[in-house]
Nanobody, 118 residues
Framework: QVQLVESGGGLVQPGGSLRLSCAASGFTFSSAVMSWYRQAPGKERELVASINPLGGSINYGDSVKGRFTISRDNAQTTVYLQMNSLKPEDTAVYFC???????????WGQGTQVTVSS
């Protein structure tokens, strides 16, 4: 049974930091491209960051470049998103996504709420 369990969301003031975690199980984590997406109310889901299986290729959405850092620990089958200098417009539900190669099975987590507000 595949599981992607996000944690670490919450309420933070503008300029603050949060670290999200996504604990994965039920598939070969080291064969998966892992990504973080987010969806704000009334908006489409957007890519925040992605990381390839060995961590050598990383991509960020334009709105988070220089503020967010994605990383992974294949031994712990966990992917992280360090979020610094948070802004109110970062408020959204953050989702973890896995694409498992070679057959590109796609899995999503249930999401964790991040709210940036004073």
């Amino acid at each position: 049974q595949v599981q992607l369990v996000e944690s670490g969301g919450g309420l933070v003031q503008p300029g603050g930091s949060l670290r999200l975690s996504c604990a994965a199980s039920g598939f070969t984590f080291s064969s998966a491209v892992m990504s973080w997406y987010r969806q704000a109310p009334g908006k489409e889901r957007e890519l925040v960051a992605s990381i390839n299986p060995l961590g050598g290729s990383i991509n960020y959405g334009d709105s988070v470049k220089g503020r967010f850092t994605i990383s992974r620990d294949n031994a712990q089958t966990t992917v992280y998103l360090q979020m610094n200098s948070l802004k109110p417009e970062d408020t959204a539900v953050y989702f973890c996504k896995a694409i498992v190669f070679p057959y590109r099975q796609t899995y999503w987590g249930q999401g964790t709420q991040v709210t940036v507000s004073s």
